[in-house]
C-alpha cells in the first residue's frame, strides 16, 4: 500500500542530509513498546529509502551526534544542539511530535522528538512520508504537529466465521472458522497502515454481535484475544470490542439481560474484569442495542442511558469506555405511515438522555441521519447534547458508495461533514470543533469509521479504495488539510511521483465522489439501490418496504417533505437558523433539495433548470465522466506496473457499465412517471 518506499527518495537536497541518514540515536525502549516500533520503523524506513541500513545506537559521540538523527521522547532525549527548546516541546499534547533539521554547515543532523513514544512513532511516520512525498530540501523540515482529535478509531465489521458484513475485499484478516487469526502477520502490517495514519483504537468485531462472537469476551478467546492487542499496542492501538447486549441471556448463564436487574450488573463487571485480566489497556465495549432487531434495554423498558451505564460500570474501574451507537429508529416501519421519518429517530431517542449518561460513555452517531448515502445533511444530534461525550462515525467501507468497484474518494465528503456550521453555540460552531471537544469540554471524544479492509492482496477490493483508509487517517489527524493534498500524497506514496500519474490519479479521485452522485439518486433523496446489497440501480426497491427510506416519485414529483410547515418536522431538529435555510424552498441548498423537500419536477432549481432536467443531465454526464477518467487513466500504460493498471483497468470498465445501468434505469423511471421529455431529446427508454 503507501508503505512499500522502494527508490522513492528524490535526491533533491539529499547530499547535504545524507550523512545523517547513516545513523540513528535513540535510547531504546521496553520491549515491544511503541518507541522501538518507532525506531524499527525509521531504520526499515530508511533502509528502503535509501538503500542504505542505518546503525541504530544509544551510545552518541559528539560527532555523531552532528550527523545523525536524533530520535526520542522529549523529557528523555538530550535535547542539547537539536534546536528544541523543552518549554516548546512540553506545550505539545501527548501524541504530538517535532521534526526539525539542524544545518551547522557540513554538519547537519535531523531531531524527531515526540511528546510520547507514540508521539515519536507518529513522528517518525511523518518523516517517512515526507521524504517520500516531497524529499528532503536543502532548508530540511521544520514541522510541529499534534492530532485535531483524540479518539481516531476504526470499527472492523468482521464476523467469526470470516466474513465481513458489508466487506467489499474479501475475507476478514481476524477470523476464519471461528477461530481468530491471532497470529497472522496480515493484522501486524495492517496495524503498521493504521498507525502511519495515526489511528488509535479498533474494535475488532462486528456490531452485530452473532452468537460464537459473545463469547469473544469469555475464556474461550480472551487468549487469542490478547495476541491481537498485543500486536496492535506495539503501534499505539488499543483493542475494542464490540459486545451483545443479550450476552448474559445468549450464554444461558441467566434468565435476563436487563440493565437495572443486580445479576445483570454483576455479570458484566465479572466479564470485565476478565477481559482485563487478559488484556490490561483494553479499550472498552462498542455496543448496537435496540438497532436492527439487536437486543437492547427496551426490551424491559429501560431507556438507553440505563443501558449504556450498566455497562460503563462495570468498565469503569479499569478506565475503560462504551462506545454507545446511536443507529436507533423504527425498522420495521409500515410504508403507508407518513407520519414516521426515519431520520428523526436518533435525535428523539437520544437528545432528551442529555445528561444522563456515566463520564465514560461516548455516544458514537453517524454522520447523516439516514446511513451513510452518497449525500446526507450532517446529523442534528451532532452537538446537540452539550452534557453527553460524543464521536462521529463515518463509512470508509464504501456500501453505498459503489463498493469498491466504483472509485469513490470519501474525504471531499468527510470534510464537508467536519466544516459543517452546525451553529449550535453561535456562527463558527463547526462539527470538527465539537467532535474536537473544544466547544463541550467532552471527557472523551474524537471521530470512528467502518473500515474497507479484507484479506485481499491489495487489502481494499479496488486499489484505488486504499486511498479512502490512508485519507480518514489523515483528515481525522488534521481536518484542515485539503483533499487533493490527501489524495496527491497517497497516489505520490503509492503509485510514485511521475507527473502524469499524480495528476491522472488525484484528479481522477477528487472527481470521484461528484461522478458517483450525479449517476446514482438525485438531489440528496437517497437509496434507489438494489435492496440489501445496495449495489446497483433499483428506484422502488425500498419504497414498499419496512425500512422508512422512501422517495415518494408519483407522476408530479418527488422527493420528502420533512419541513415543520408541511412535513415531518424534521428540520426542527436543527439550530434555528439552520433550520431556516433548510425549511424554505429559496435557500435549501439544490444538492439537498430532495432531501428535505417534495417537489414538482418542473420545480426550478437555484441552478436555473428544473428537477428533472436536472436529474437527465447529470445522469448522461456521469456517465461521460467515467468514461473520460477511464480514457485518461487508459493513458497511464506504462507508467504502472502492469498487475495495478489491469486490475483498475477492469474495476474501471465495470465502473463504466454500471454507471451507464444507473444512468438508463433512472432516466427511464422519471421519463415513465412524468411523462417530460429530455430537452435534448437524448435516448430515454
Ligand atoms: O447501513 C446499515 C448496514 C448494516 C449495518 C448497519 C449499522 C452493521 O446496511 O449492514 O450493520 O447499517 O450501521 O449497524
Known sequence: AWLHYEGQLSNKGLAKWADCFRSIIC?????GGVLNTAIGELASGIEALTGNKPEVTDAASAVDRKRCIAAGIIGAMPLDGLAISLAEAEQL???????????????????????????????????????????????????????????????????MDGSVERGYAGRSIFYRNYELLARSPRIKDYARLLASVGINGIAINNVNVHRQETKLITERYLPDVARVADTFRAYGIRLYLSVNFAGPLELGELDTADPLDPRVQAWWKERANEVYSYVPDFGGFLVKADSENRPGPFTYGRDHADGANM??????????????????????????????????????????????????????????????????????????????????EFQVTQEYTGQQRHVCFLVPQWKEVLDFDTRLKGEGTRVKDLAA????????????????????????????????????GRLMWNPDLEAEAIAEEWTRQTFGGDA??????????????????????????????????????????????????????????IGVDRTQATGTGYTAQYEAENARVYENLATCPDELLLFFHHVPYIHKLHSGKTVIQHIYDTHFEGVQRVE?????????????????????TGRAKEQLENAKLWRDVINTYFYRKSGISDEQGRTIY
Request: aromatic fraction near 14%; charge should be negative; hydrophobic fraction near 35%.
Open 628 to 648: 473520460a477518467q477511464l480514457a485518461s487513466w487508459l493513458s497511464l500504460e506504462g507508467k504502472i506496473d502492469e498487475e495495478r493498471f489491469r486490475h483498475v
Open 93 to 159: 499534547p501527548d501524541e504530538g511530535f517535532i521534526i526539525r533539521t539542524i544545518d551547522n554547515g557540513d554538519l547537519c543532523s535531523i531531531a524527531i522528538a515526540g511528546r510520547s513514544e507514540r508521539g515519536l512513532m507518529y513522528g517518525v511516520f511523518h518523516f517517512l512520508r515526507l521524504l517520500q512525498t516531497e524529499g528532503i530540501g536543502e532548508n530540511g523540515f521544520n514541522v510541529v504537529e499534534q492530532p485535531a482529535f483524540r479518539l481516531r478509531m476504526l470499527n472492523q465489521w468482521d464476523n
Open 27 to 31: 535510547i531504546p525502549g521496553e520491549r
Open 311 to 392: 455497562l460503563a460500570d462495570a468498565l469503569a474501574p479499569y478506565g475503560g469506555i462504551v462506545l454507545w451507537r446511536c443507529f436507533v429508529y423504527n425498522c420495521q416501519q409500515d410504508w403507508r405511515d407518513r407520519s414516521t421519518d426515519r431520520a428523526k429517530a436518533a435525535y428523539d431517542h437520544f437528545r432528551p438522555l442529555d445528561g444522563r449518561f456515566r463520564d465514560n460513555v461516548i455516544l458514537q452517531i453517524k454522520n447523516g441521519p439516514m446511513d451513510f448515502q452518497v449525500r446526507e445533511p450532517v446529523s442534528p444530534l451532532f452537538g446537540a447534547m452539550p452534557n453527553t461525550n460524543h464521536m462521529m
Open 500 to 557: 502524469a500519474v499524480v495528476e491522472t490519479i488525484t484528479g481522477w479521485l477528487m472527481e470521484s465522489w461528484g461522478t458517483y452522485e450525479s449517476y446514482t439518486a438525485p438531489l440528496g433523496v437517497g437509496w434507489m439501490v438494489t435492496p440489501h446489497y445496495h449495489y446497483g440501480p433499483d428506484v422502488d426497491g425500498y419504497e414498499y418496504s419496512k425500512w422508512g427510506t422512501y422517495h415518494f416519485a408519483d407522476w408530479k414529483g
Open 437 to 472: 471537544g473544544k466547544v463541550h469540554p467532552y471527557t472523551h471524544c474524537g471521530v470512528t469509521a467502518v473500515s474497507n479492509i479484507g484479506d485481499d492482496d491489495n487489502w481494499t477490493g479496488h486499489h484505488l479504495a486504499q486511498s479512502n483508509l490512508y485519507g480518514y
